[in-house]
């Protein structure tokens, strides 16, 4: 079991490849459609995921998929199911099994997340589906006196107990504790928050008896916050992002894959690329796992209609590309 677990994890972070999170939750994904002027229904659900994964060469730079429940029991268009599809085409099925982030008792500015209750079960249906890798995300919010050590603790004991249970089901677990962007906060409040929650994520991991060489973490990056006054440089976050996880992850994990978190595209590559050029040897794999980054553009591109398919994947795969670069350092804008 735990031979196949480093397998899979080692494979979701291979050199030059990524995951493409496309694992939106129904009021997320329809958020972003009716921006658009995209119908949210089911069947455009289905038709927009078919498009993404249906792009030709994808598995070039894409390892593995994040799926949502919905789209792990759907077919393609062509009526094959999606996991079938992304196996028999080299990408790794993956489910988002967290059943999002809830308001914390007594803590009305915090998230925490929920989903433990009756897990065990679900990853074994997922396993059969042939799911072998899984997300869970805990939201991290910086304010005026929060993060709290309610919020962070019962956060990072949420990701172990979820990564435990992934791997007694034969599924890596993709750790996600993401600190968010939102605020005017600034990359050295960043910093702080983001180790100190890594920190607590492995210090629980470990409790849990988490193996390390058969998980991912997907963390944020230590970057400025949005509507920050002087926000910091793209050097400067890959060397405060690096410096953070020297300081937090065992040299045991395979991979880090991090999300984009609301940046733009272009800056979610240079950021990525520019971590594997400040002359440290890293210890892990430094990769992607981008759910915007990755996605917004090919979304405009497609629009909801079908006309428009083959354009959206060309979007799509070059942002892959930029990607599958940026990975091995190799990335300019150019
Ligand atoms: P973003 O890259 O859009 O932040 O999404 C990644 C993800 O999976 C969030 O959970």
Known sequence: ??????????AMVAPGKGILAMDESHPTCGKRFKKLGIPETEAMRQAYRDMLVTTT??????????????????????????????????????????AGAKVLAGHE???????????????????????????WRAVITIGDNIPTMACLEANAHGL?????????????????PEVLMDG????????QVTELAQ?????????QGVLMEGMVLKPSMVISGADAANRADVETVAQQTVRCLMHTVPAAVPGIAFLSGGQSDTEASAHLSAMHNLGIDLPWNLTFSYGRALQQAAMSTWGGDTANVAAAQAVLLERARCNGKAALGEYSPD
């Open 1 to 10: 079991m735990s031979e196949e677990l480093k397998q899979i994890a080692k």
């Open 57 to 98: 060469g994808l598995s070039d730079y894409i390892s593995g998929a994040i799926l949502f429940d919905e789209t792990i029991r759907q077919k393609l268009l062509d009526g094959t199911p999606f996991p079938e599809f992304l196996s028999a085409n080299g990408i790794i099925p993956g489910i988002k099994v967290d």
């Open 109 to 135: 500015d915090e998230k925490v997340t929920e989903g433990l209750d009756g897990l065990r079960d679900r990853l074994a249906e997922y396993y059969a589906m042939g799911a072998r890798f899984s997300k």
């Open 160 to 176: 172990a107990r979820y990564a435990k249970l992934s791997q007694e089901a034969g599924i890596v677990p993709i750790v996600e």
């Open 184 to 191: 005017s906060h600034s990359i050295e409040q960043s910093y």
């Open 199 to 207: 920190r607590m994520t492995f210090q629980q991991l470990h409790t």
